[in-house]
């Protein structure tokens, strides 16, 4: 079975950082394209970030693009999201998840069918 779990969310003021971690169980995290994902009060989950097999090829929609950087070690089988220069409009759930495909243009959906808990993101003004 494909299990993630999310840690190193927090309270943080903005202009502040946060890495976060994500540990794949059931499944080698080297065989899969992963995305992190994002669900802010009251709005849908999207994707945020993307990172290829190797971590070689990554994509970030536009409001994050420079100040978020995905990451993954896949010996550890745990893929990352170092977050700076976070804003207010950060807060929110992060989840990641094995998915469809990562492009320039979208992260793809997740292929699992299974969601962690999530690690809540608070960004103070």
């Known amino acids: 079975q494909m299990e993630v779990a999310e840690s190193g969310g927090g309270l943080v003021q903005a202009g502040g950082s946060l890495r976060l971690s994500c540990t794949a169980s059931?499944?080698?995290?080297?065989?899969?394209?992963m995305g992190w994902f994002r669900q802010a009060p009251g709005q849908e989950r999207k994707g945020v970030s993307c990172?290829?097999?190797?971590?070689?090829?990554?994509s970030y929609i536009a409001s994050v693009k420079g100040r978020f950087t995905i990451s993954r070690d896949n010996a550890k089988n745990t893929l990352y999201l170092q977050m700076n220069s976070l804003k207010p409009e950060d807060t929110g759930t992060y989840y990641c998840?094995?998915?469809?495909?990562?492009?320039?243009?979208?992260?793809?959906?997740?292929?699992?069918?299974?969601w962690g808990q999530g690690t809540h993101v608070i960004v103070s003004s």
């Open positions: 059931g499944f080698p995290l080297g065989d899969y394209i």
């Open positions: 990172s290829g097999t190797t971590g070689d090829f990554t």
């Open positions: 998840a094995p998915i469809t495909g990562c492009t320039i243009y979208r992260v793809g959906h997740n292929r699992s069918g299974y």
